[in-house]
């Protein structure tokens, strides 16, 4: 006969300690280590994406220099070209696209670039399919990019959904009175799981909006890992 917690998910086989052991530090090993890996493989992944960008700008002056030498000196294509080859080469290619950006970056800080950014921007939304695709991105740089910022969630809270009794885990992004209804209400980010980079909005009445002891990044943690992370205000009821 089955029992309750069999149906709740309890397994009915239980696994060798010497099995739940080496499971255990295996998972708290990949743990530890998995986030360490992960930057320093999108900090490589960085560096080569600039290297490769500082390498095909270089390559093509180059060509140009060696171009404008072979125009001016009357010499054969053949001769001694220049090369760009010497103890650091790779850092300089590397410097490169990095001060590119940080020129990019002071153009568009000021009115003049902030403006020529805007028309830009205009003009990449109107073209057909390739403006949807680019406000996309767009809208992911943005959010990547306020995440560090000012504008980033300001709390946790829960919503009760889609029955009661169940909460779904939300982060507050903005406090609002809403004229038409002469309410207050939150506008709540419910994030999905694993993925929280997607998700949607809702717009809660306040006094059905409940704030969570937790912080953002152990509510971050905990819809990272499914659930498998849990703050240290919940405790385990089952084994």
Sequence with gaps: MTTEEEIIGKPTLKKHPRVRRFMSLLLTGLAAVAPILGTIWLLILIY????????????KLMIILNGVRWHYHDVDWGFDAWTFDFLGSNFVRFLIPV???LLAGFIVANRPGHRMLHWLNGVMQ??????????ALKQFVDAVKNLGGD??????????????????????????HDNQTGKDVTTVFIP??????TGFIIVVDDDKVENSEMTLEEASKMILSAGLVAPASFQETRE
């Design 48 to 59: 080569k994406i600039l290297l490769k960008v500082g390498e095909v700008i270089i390559d």
């Design 99 to 101: 001060l590119l950006l």
């Design 151 to 176: 504008r980033k969630f300001k709390s946790v809270a829960y919503v009760a959904y889609p029955s009661p009794g169940c909460r779904m885990i939300g982060f507050v992004t903005g406090n609002y």
């Design 192 to 197: 999905t799981s694993p993925n929280p980079m």
């Design 126 to 135: 109107r073209i057909p399919y390739l403006g949807f695709i680019y406000s």
